[in-house]
């Protein structure tokens, strides 16, 4: 980890993206950018007629579809041209402009959906066959008409739309102060050698060995949040009331249920998660305390969460090794798989080290018509290994998607969007430990696997349970502030993590922190992805071609069914709890063990 973070300028060019693929050059930007709100205008001439004929109908999907096809390209320029370095004014603009440019967007052809909604039964049936063109947009037809009960009239419609920027306002206050603004101070290690936190630092540096190091670290970074407690609150708060909004516009019962209506979900796959999660908290409880022997300290604390629990061995990884592991451990999936992977290396899909403003953490964003990109900040540890092949998972379905869907039909929902990613990571896992050439190595693998697992399937449902709780709090007239928000995480934190973790009071205030608590309960979905993943990935292995086969299979379907069942297609039934059993199942013989190789 370098000591000072470099500015945008000083990163080779090899290491960040090549956004030229998309533009190549801001005047094109602006020409598209132009060239959408004139589709637009011309999609709103056709308000109130969208009933009277087929061929009407099908012009207008028609125009949308250009419409969609050319905004992919102009927002995602702009945003990854602001994460590039959130505090470079000229992009922030772009942003903005983009995002508004979204709004109008949203107004003009707001009138869409309730429209094709009017359309009865019958003659739509008769417009299909008037205009066979119209197959081409039967996926989008049904899920508009699917929503029937949720959607409004066309001048509601329009109104709901015009307070799109003003509903992005929480989550886009929260990234400015929390990437850009905040600054957080140098700490000592136990050496007095100064060390830079930022959000992208801190989790690096919570699992370096030196233990006085994380404490410091972790008091200084919490503290600094504590400092904008109430503004953070007052900014989720914000975000919630925007949920409630929406909610009952749309005459939901609640923020969750509107949340997974729109993935077309049954709420009770997260109520099965709840359930499981819960009747195997003792796993959890077991792999602290299983922590706190193999660390050796008499009090286990959250600065102690992150650190390797195996002592006398380091693995750190540069960026081009990471390359090569990957392509060897994502082989089952296939050469055609590792073909793709091999051209995202070659052609700069990636951004991959840290930089003065960057955004933190990673993500992977497709542009349709170009190829996916992803952001990352690298810093040649084991966990950057896992999330290189991570946001490939995400890219590859979207890769997969794009080339064999329709835009219309190529953006899977949320729900599905972290299968792949996990998928990935649970290959890397396997074929890491399989190859470990000592006791020590394999510990280091498996502590790994636990520590990705706790962090995805069991935190990631406490991140829910925090959600649904503060949701549910707002609903009910609670009031959501710093002291009830700190309330609320600090006792599930203690409940999840057990007896044999002291629960630090500045982790109370980590839920200030989390960037997914604006993504409206996207979280749980990382837990029942993982569950999904471990048995998709656990198929590949044992059968081979055929179930990768099948996997590629769900990769290339986009958003042509639903959830639940394009997972069937890979092999997964989440109509049940087994998949997050067997997972727990799984976590817990991880957890043995690593027991049978410290049994002494």
Not at 244 to 253: E, G, S, T
Not at 414 to 419: G, N, Q, R
Not at 487 to 499: D, I, M, R, S
Request: charged share 30%; hydrophobic share 35%; net charge negative.
């Amino acid at each position: 980890m370098q000591d000072k973070l470099p500015k945008r300028s000083e990163v080779a060019k090899e290491l960040t993206w090549r956004l030229e693929d998309i533009y190549p050059d801001e005047a094109q930007w602006e020409k598209e950018k132009n060239e959408t709100l004139a589709i637009a205008d011309e999609i709103s001439t056709f308000a109130g007629k969208l009933g009277d004929s087929a061929e009407t109908l099908l012009k207008v999907l028609e125009l949308n579809e250009k419409l969609e096809l050319l905004f992919a390209r102009v927002f995602g320029y702009a945003h990854m041209r602001q994460d590039e370095d959130t505090a470079n004014a000229k992009y922030q603009g772009m942003e903005q402009v983009a995002m508004s440019v979204y709004v109008q967007l949203g107004e003009k052809t707001s009138f869409v959906s309730p429209e094709i909604l009017d359309i009865s039964d019958e003659k739509m049936e008769q417009f299909k066959k008037d205009a066979p063109g119209l197959s081409r947009y039967e996926v989008m037809i049904k899920e508009i008409r699917r929503k029937r009960a949720h959607t409004l009239s066309p001048e509601f419609e329009q109104l709901l739309a015009s307070t799109g920027e003003m509903q992005e306002a929480p989550e886009r206050c929260f990234s400015m102060l929390t990437d850009a603004d905040l600054k957080f101070p140098s700490v000592e290690d136990s050496e007095g050698k100064e060390v830079q936190l930022s959000n992208g630092r801190f989790v690096p540096v919570q699992m370096s060995k030196d233990r006085e190091l994380r404490k410091r670290a972790f008091e200084a970074f919490y503290k600094r949040y504590e400092e904008f407690k109430n503004v953070l609150a007052a900014t989720y708060d914000a975000e919630v009331k925007s949920r409630i909004f929406n909610a009952k516009a749309r005459k939901y019962n609640s923020t969750f249920e509107a949340a997974v209506d729109g993935n077309n979900v049954d709420p009770k796959v997260c109520d099965r998660l709840f359930e499981a999660v819960h009747n195997n908290l003792d796993k959890m409880h077991r792999y602290v305390e299983l922590r706190k022997k193999l660390l050796g300290v008499d009090e286990l604390h959250m600065y102690d969460v992150y650190v390797s629990m195996v002592n006398d061995f380091d693995m750190e990884v540069d960026y081009e090794k990471a390359k090569e592991i990957s392509l060897e451990a994502l082989a089952p999936l296939g050469e055609d798989y590792l073909e793709i992977v091999k051209e995202a290396y070659e052609n700069r899909w990636i951004d991959v080290v840290e930089n003065e403003g960057k955004r933190s953490g990673a993500y992977s964003s497709g542009v349709y018509g170009v190829h996916p990109y992803m952001l990352l900040n690298y810093n040649n540890t084991l966990e950057d290994v896992f999330t290189l092949v991570h946001e490939m998972g995400h890219s590859m379905h979207t890769w997969y998607s794009d080339h064999e869907q329709t835009i219309i039909d190529a953006e899977y929902k949320i729900f599905v969007a972290e299968v792949a990613s996990t998928t990935n990571e649970i290959l890397l896992y396997n074929y890491l430990k399989d190859r470990a050439k000592t006791k020590e190595e394999k510990a280091y693998i498996i502590n790994h696997f636990l520590e990705g697992f706790k962090g995805t399937l069991y935190r990631q449902t406490m991140f829910e349970e925090f959600e649904r709780k503060t949701n549910a709090m707002a609903e009910n007239g609670e009031p959501l502030t710093a002291e009830s928000l700190t309330k609320v995480y600090y006792n599930l934190n203690k409940e999840y993590f057990g007896e044999a973790m002291v629960s630090d009071p500045l982790i109370a205030n980590e839920w200030s922190r989390i960037p997914h608590f604006y993504y409206n309960f996207y979280v749980y979905q990382y837990a029942t992805s993982y569950a999904a993943s471990v048995a998709i990935a656990n198929r590949i292995l044992k059968e081979g071609a055929p179930a990768a086969e099948q996997f590629k299979k769900f990769l290339k379907s986009g958003c042509t069914q639903d959830p639940v069942s394009l997972l069937k297609i890979a092999g997964v039934d989440l109509t049940t709890a087994q998949p997050i059993e067997d997972a727990l199942k799984v976590f817990g013989d991880a957890i043995a063990e690593m027991e049978e190789l410290y049994k002494d």
